[in-house]
């Protein structure tokens, strides 16, 4: 991966960083000089289990020397999103990262799936990427710099997802948008791609709906390092992609993925084959 990538000029607009992934993608492009607009809807945890709110995010990234800004946001609401990011861009002065990160989840049969939370999900995700990208067009075609829209979402060639029908096709909306965006930026130089893990990732919605054990889990350090390598490249040819994480860092060099592994095990690509059944690692 990486290590000297210098982002100190960056600022990057991320959605859903008060745990898991987001605050790990968060933290590790603070490590790199990122500025970053820490954006979720919770506040304060002092009433909940959860742990994480927007604002502890953006203070762990300050500490590490970058500028922040916490900005509650719900990515369903236009008037909302509209207003974060004129804040953002008026609070940072420019953001040329945006990552769309936010997601709602829930694993189950059509027939055991309540209509609203299949609008939540369609919300969150498809509407959510959909706004927040779409707010954010003009000023990143007016940047002369690297920019980038990046979506946590799996390539979106999927023909079936019996199980988990509605997460899916709301998933598969985030990439689809995305890489849509690829073609209609392509002139402007926009990298706009998505990523998504080969395994489980430890979060509070792989333990929650028991996606596996720890063998089966890696850190979020994984998604975050496969960022920072997209970063890297060049936004004008590195466009409309849909890649893997493994992926991303084998192609650095990386053949050992122990040190994201919770446990001495390897684990098995869970999350590539929730959307693809015939999914086989590139090495195998």
């Not at 710099?145 to 096709?169: E, F, M, Q």
């Not at 040819?237 to 994201?260: C, I, K, N």
Request: contains cysteine; aromatic residues 6%.
């Amino acid at each position: 991966m990486p290590d000297s990538l210098n982002l100190s000029s960056s600022t990057a607009f991320i959605t859903g960083t008060t745990r898991g992934i987001g605050k790990q993608i968060a933290l590790t492009l603070a490590d790199h000089g990122c500025n970053i607009v820490s954006t979720g809807k919770t506040v304060d945890d002092s009433q909940s289990d959860l742990q994480g709110t927007i604002h502890k995010t953006a203070a762990a990234c300050e500490r590490k020397g970058v500028e922040t800004c916490a900005i509650q946001l719900d990515v369903r609401d236009e008037s909302m999103v509209n207003a974060a990011v004129e804040r953002a861009i008026d609070e940072m002065g420019e953001v040329n990262i945006l990552i769309n990160n936010a997601s709602a989840i829930q694993l189950a049969s059509v027939a055991d799936m309540p209509a609203k939370r299949f609008d939540l999900m369609t919300d969150v995700n498809v509407r959510g990427t959909y706004l927040v990208s779409r707010a954010f067009i003009d000023h990143l075609q007016g940047l002369d710099r690297d920019t980038w829209i990046l979506t946590n979402a799996p390539p979106p060639d999927v023909r079936r997802s019996p199980g988990k029908a509605a997460y899916a096709w709301s998933k598969l909306g985030m990439a689809f948008i995305t890489l849509s965006l690829a073609g209609e930026l392509a002139g402007d130089e926009i990298g706009c791609n998505t990523f998504w893990p080969v395994t489980a990732i430890d979060t509070r919605a792989t333990r929650y709906f028991g996606l596996g054990t720890e063998d089966d889990w890696r850190s979020p350090d994984i998604v975050a390092d496969a960022i920072l390598e997209i970063l890297s490249r060049d936004p004008a040819a590195f466009t409309g992609e849909a890649v893997y994480d493994e992926d991303v860092l084998r192609a650095t060099g990386v053949t050992d993925f122990s040190q994201y592994n919770l446990t001495p095990e390897d684990p098995a690509p869970i999350s590539a084959t929730m959307f693809d059944s015939e999914y086989r690692r590139s090495e195998e």
